[in-house]
């Protein structure tokens, strides 16, 4: 049994901590590091101006936050973008095909090489 299988978690191992990619603590720090700019130059005694100050931290955190089958929340953000923006175009390669989509298909097929 000394085969070459890859583990079914190999892709965690790969992850800092099992978990956050290089640019998913990137970004955690930029919040952390500004937000802490922020509470150093606004005037914390005013809680809302402290609730404005901690916000940065707040929405990297929830952009690097892990959830099940998806990396993290800005992976997800990132495929629901793409979902609805990028153009998609599904051909139809079946057994079943009508003769007059036949040609229309062919032209297609030039124009694209």
Do not use: H
């Not at 720090?29 to 606004?42: D, N």
């Not at 952009?63 to 979902?83: D, G, K, R, S």
Request: aromatic residues 16%; charged residues 20%; contains cysteine.
């Amino acid at each position: 049994m000394n085969g070459f299988l890859i583990p079914a978690n190999a892709k965690r191992g790969t992850l800092i901590f099992n978990i956050f990619r290089p640019i998913d603590l990137l970004i955690f720090g930029i919040g952390i590091a500004f937000s802490m700019v922020l509470l150093l130059i606004v005037d914390t005694n005013n809680i809302f101006m402290a609730i404005l100050a901690i916000l940065p931290v707040c929405i990297a955190g929830l952009l690097v936050f892990p959830i099940p089958n998806y990396q993290n929340v800005m992976c997800v953000l990132i495929n629901m973008y793409n979902f609805y923006t990028l153009r998609r175009r599904y051909e139809w390669k079946g057994w079943c095909f009508y003769e007059q989509f036949r040609d229309e298909f062919k032209e297609d097929k030039r124009k694209r090489k």
